[in-house]
């Protein structure tokens, strides 16, 4: 009788465990999964600032840094997203942030664009000339449909990279109209200027001239001849 009650006891035991259990696993089963297959695209200014958000991660705090160069198909686009950044980068007010008229003086003496490629040496030559001590350099090309902005953060003193991340940008008519060239200036027209008339040269002989023509005549006093072209006179 013992034996049977026994049983039983842990038959209800065994059963009452199954049963809360039950809702953990479907629970479980039922969890959001990370989809880390997607590419999450964003438009140029939200990719902008989550840039600049992660650049100040990066840095110390009050510590100088300059925007060197952005990498891109179209210097319209690389200027908008230099200029963007260090907005951002000026705003926190916890860094010293380089102005585009501090590096247009080392950019004419390193003759590169802004938009152009530049590599870490040079990066790294251009933050020593500024006095930073960090700087960023960037890229935005094609990446399939869509495009791709790299930065980069390199340290000037040990020529370091501390940080580098790639961001999607979706196509947009932002984009595409940053990436569009800029229209050329219309020419001013020519306006055709008539040649001045030139004047046939006159030849003043003096005193008596005879001209033979079948008769001899004489002409007394001045007389004026329009000499030919060519003639020398």
Same mark, same amino acid.
């Given at each position: 009788?013992?034996?049977?009650?026994?049983?039983?006891?842990?038959?209800?035991?065994?059963?009452?465990?199954?049963?809360?259990?039950?809702?953990?696993?479907?629970?479980?089963?039922?969890? %959001?999964?990370?989809?880390?297959?997607?590419?999450?695209?964003?438009?140029?200014?939200?990719?902008?600032?989550?840039?600049?958000?992660?650049?100040?991660?990066?840095?110390?705090?009050?510590?100088?840094?300059?925007?060197?160069? +952005?990498?891109?198909?179209?210097?319209?686009?690389?200027?908008?997203?230099?200029?963007?950044?260090? +907005?951002?980068?000026?705003?926190?007010?916890?860094?010293?942030?380089?102005?585009?008229?501090?590096?247009?003086?080392?950019?004419?003496?390193?003759?590169?664009?802004?938009?152009?490629?530049?590599?870490?040496?040079?990066?790294?030559?251009?933050?020593?000339?500024?006095?930073?001590?960090?700087?960023?350099?960037?890229?935005?090309?094609?990446?399939?449909?869509?495009?791709?902005?790299?930065?980069?953060?390199?340290?000037?003193?040990?020529?370091?990279?501390?940080?580098?991340?790639?961001?999607?940008?979706?196509?947009?008519?932002?984009?595409?109209?940053?990436?569009?060239?800029?229209?050329?200036? %219309?020419?001013?027209?020519?306006?055709?200027? %008539?040649?001045?008339?030139?004047?046939?040269?006159?030849?003043?002989?003096?005193?008596?001239?005879?001209?033979?023509?079948?008769?001899?005549?004489?002409?007394?006093?001045?007389?004026?001849?329009?000499?030919?072209?060519?003639?020398?006179?």
């Amino acid at each position: 009788m013992q034996l049977v009650l026994l049983f039983f006891s842990l038959t209800v035991l065994l059963s009452g465990c199954a049963s809360q259990s039950a809702p953990q696993y479907q629970a479980a089963a039922n969890a %959001p999964t990370a989809n880390y297959g997607q590419v999450q695209t964003s438009n140029l200014d939200s990719v902008i600032r989550e840039g600049s958000d992660y650049i100040t991660g990066k840095l110390p705090l009050r510590s100088r840094i300059g925007v060197v160069n +952005m990498n891109s198909p179209s210097a319209n686009l690389s200027n908008y997203v230099i200029d963007g950044i260090v +907005m951002h980068l000026v705003n926190t007010e916890t860094f010293f942030v380089i102005e585009r008229s501090e590096l247009g003086a080392v950019q004419r003496e390193k003759k590169y664009q802004l938009s152009g490629e530049v590599s870490d040496e040079t990066a790294v030559s251009i933050g020593k000339q500024l006095g930073t001590q960090m700087i960023v350099t960037g890229s935005i090309l094609p990446f399939g449909s869509d495009y791709s902005l790299r930065l980069k953060i390199i340290d000037v003193k040990t020529a370091q990279i501390i940080g580098t991340r790639i961001f999607t940008i979706r196509t947009d008519t932002v984009l595409l109209s940053l990436l569009r060239p800029p229209p050329l200036e %219309p020419k001013p027209a020519v306006v055709a200027v %008539p040649e001045p008339k030139k004047e046939t040269p006159q030849t003043v002989i003096m005193g008596d001239v005879n001209i033979t023509n079948n008769n001899t005549t004489t002409i007394h006093g001045d007389v004026y001849i329009n000499a030919p072209k060519g003639s020398g006179r």
